[in-house]
């Protein structure tokens, strides 16, 4: 039953925030944040009830500069935040690399169309797949955990629309076998609702059963929408990133990703307080003022009028 007085719905917690702000928040930034930096906004997102994060990818540094201090961000966690922990990779010798540094949990991505993947990753997408079974067996032989991760899993910014029977063939694919989640990804933003609810379904009965975790951007202004219409699809996890930071390189016409502040206020998990998303809200601030990024939070927004009866509102 939902809270009468804050709106919280425990039901809402079958569903939870994954926070990619370390990773797919600052693809795009012109400018780095060091790792001390990054440590302190891992405990900020933590102490503020998130739990699981994206903190890094082992892309190439010279294409996505952000990201070169990924590795020293794993080194200065402890294991029990790393266990809470995601970081991207796309290749075998990537997951031996994070290993090394320590690296439990994995988010083994590769696009769905060709032409984005050639963009994104320089392989079709077939030698990805052809490649899995590799990073599979090197993150269990660790304990770890690995995802399935589809980029443009509706839409292509070369090709266009992305057939569904694609993604099943691909989730359905022997090579995948072992991944313990499956992110669909709306990597530009264009999904509507019914195209999310419709994706995800399909993916929940057609192929092996794994958490779903669906990741969106807000390009269009339905990032909450389609977020939700994942989750009431079956999918266990939505991603977001604080004050709606982030954007793919290799993905023309993308926007930031579905603010965190925002998935948040609309979910009202149980462990979400006032003083929590308040919190929250002001890290958003802080980071996007460093960053000199614009705060694409609607959330935010509100947290900042005037309506001072309302609880949400900082004070």
């Known amino acids: 039953m939902t809270d009468p007085k804050t709106g919280n719905d425990p039901q809402a917690d079958v569903a939870i925030l994954r926070d990619v702000t370390l990773r797919d928040g600052l693809q795009l930034t012109g400018k780095m944040l060091s790792t001390e930096r990054k440590v302190e906004v891992v405990r900020a997102l933590f102490a503020a009830g998130v739990p699981e994060l994206e903190i890094g990818s082992l892309a190439r540094p010279d294409l996505v500069p952000p990201m070169a201090n990924t590795l020293e961000l794993v080194s200065a966690l402890t294991p029990e935040e790393l266990d809470r922990c995601w970081v991207w990779v796309a290749t075998p010798r990537h997951v031996e690399k ?12 590769f696009s769905v169309s060709d032409a984005h993947n050639r963009a994104n990753i320089g392989r079709d997408t077939d030698a990805s797949l052809e490649a899995m079974p590799a990073a599979v067996d090197q993150a269990h032989a660790v304990g770890g955990s690995i995802q399935l991760c589809l980029a443009t899993a509706f839409t292509c910014p ?16 022997p090579r995948t076998d072992g991944a313990a989640d499956i992110v669909l990804a709306d990597t530009l933003g264009q999904a509507v609702p019914g195209q999310v609810s419709a994706l995800v379904t399909r993916v929940r009965t057609e192929s092996p059963q794994r958490r779903i975790v669906y990741h969106g951007h807000d390009t269009w202004g339905l990032g909450v929408a389609n977020s939700l219409a994942a989750v009431a699809a079956g999918a266990s996890v939505v991603d977001g990133a604080l004050a709606g930071l982030g954007g793919c390189p ?3 016409g993308a926007s930031g990703n579905t603010a965190s502040e925002d998935l948040l206020f609309a979910t009202r998990p149980s462990w979400l307080t006032p003083a929590g998303l308040g919190a929250l809200v002001h890290l958003g601030e802080d980071l996007v003022t460093e960053l000199g990024e614009p705060n694409r939070s609607r959330a935010r927004q509100g947290a900042r009028s005037d309506a001072q009866a309302f609880e949400w509102v900082l004070r």
């Open 98 to 109: 994070a290993i090394a540094a320590g690296v439990r949990r994995f988010q083994y991505c």
């Open 158 to 173: 070369f090709d266009g629309p992305v057939d569904p029977d694609r993604v099943l063939e691909i989730a359905n694919d």
């Open 250 to 252: 290799f993905a023309p």
